[in-house]
């Protein structure tokens, strides 16, 4: 049974390498440093601060630290909910979740590698407040 279950595995582990699957793997930026402000802003900035972790550093450093190579500025951020379907009765059942980001990307000198940018996502749902008839 052990040789059955470790050919098995064997068979699984080689179609999975072969179909491209790994594993994920730190990720490499182009800098080694980023400083992302509003530094205790909203959730789109802590997002962006928990996935690049390590690299963060403050804008303004303390003596004898060494700045970031480029800051993250969210200069705007908006969640918007909206209902866009009800049923007979009048209880919401299909809303639209959206969220805009507007941001830039420059380095601690002023040069502005990426300007003042909008981005949109936006995601349907449908609610799900449904009785049980028991």
Known sequence: MNRRSFVAGAVA???LAGCGFHLRASQSFVFD???VT???GGAVAAELV???G?????VAPPAGGVAPQMIVDILQELREKTVVGVNATGQ????????QVKFRVRTPQG???IPDT????QLLRRSCNRKRWT
């Open 13 to 15: 582990t080689s179609l």
């Open 33 to 35: 440093t980023v400083a």
């Open 38 to 40: 509003p530094e205790t």
């Open 50 to 52: 928990r996935y690049l």
């Open 54 to 58: 390590a690299s963060v550093r403050p």
């Open 92 to 99: 919401v059942r299909e809303f639209q979740l959206r969220i």
């Open 111 to 113: 040069r502005e590698l």
């Open 118 to 121: 909008d981005l949109v996502q």
